[in-house]
């Protein structure tokens, strides 16, 4: 499995901080600044681009501080393509992937994209790439986390983390010396 995968070649923790409001919006918001919602202001799931100016993300800082990098995000919830945008220094690429038949598909979409950057991005060129996939936690939302439909989501998503991992392995191998990291994580 994809997860199996990133366990073998990486690290993994099974600790969690619950020091701020568990929505994903504040959550996000959170892993991609560094700054808990009692600092960004962001409590909710409905956007505002205002906090990012004050508490730039990864994104922003990335632009500001080495434009030359290119960055990338691909998702398929709205609010990840929002906050690619905000904070002043905007993603190069922000590829927002609308619902198409299910999640699942959605996000198998999701995987292609990030799979078709990946192969096109240039070894003498570094990158940045987030990608998000909702399947999982649309599922938990509205099946609960025991359900088959939570199953089939996290099974779903294994299989585009494997088919992603393949694509860097390819890309590692044609590009001699060259290494992605990758990061994992929920909200």
Do not use: C
């Not at 922003?60 to 905000?86: C, H, K, M, R, S």
């Not at 990030?114 to 998000?132: G, P």
């Amino acid at each position: 499995s994809g997860f199996r995968i990133l366990m073998d070649q990486g690290v993994t923790g099974t600790t969690s901080f619950v020091g701020h409001t568990t929505l994903s919006g504040p959550s996000w918001s959170t892993i991609l600044t560094g700054a808990w919602d009692n600092k960004t202001g962001v409590f909710n799931n409905i956007f505002s681009p205002v906090p990012y100016n004050s508490w730039p993300t990864a994104i922003n800082l990335i632009e500001y501080n080495q434009p030359d990098v290119d960055t990338a995000v691909i998702a398929d919830w709205q609010y990840i393509n929002d906050i690619a945008d905000a904070g002043g220094y905007p993603a190069d690429v922000n590829d927002f992937v609308a619902f198409d038949t299910s999640w699942e598909d959605t996000d198998d979409l999701v995987a292609q994209r990030t799979i078709d950057l990946i192969n096109t991005t240039s070894a003498s060129d570094s990158a940045f790439v987030f990608s998000y996939q909702v399947a999982v936690d649309e599922a938990g939302h509205a099946a609960g986390g025991d359900s088959p439909e939570y199953r089939a989501a996290l099974i779903n998503t294994s299989e585009n983390i494997a088919a992603i991992m393949t694509a860097i392995d390819a890309w590692e191998a044609a590009n001699p010396g060259q290494q992605w990291t990758v990061i994992t994580t929920t909200d």
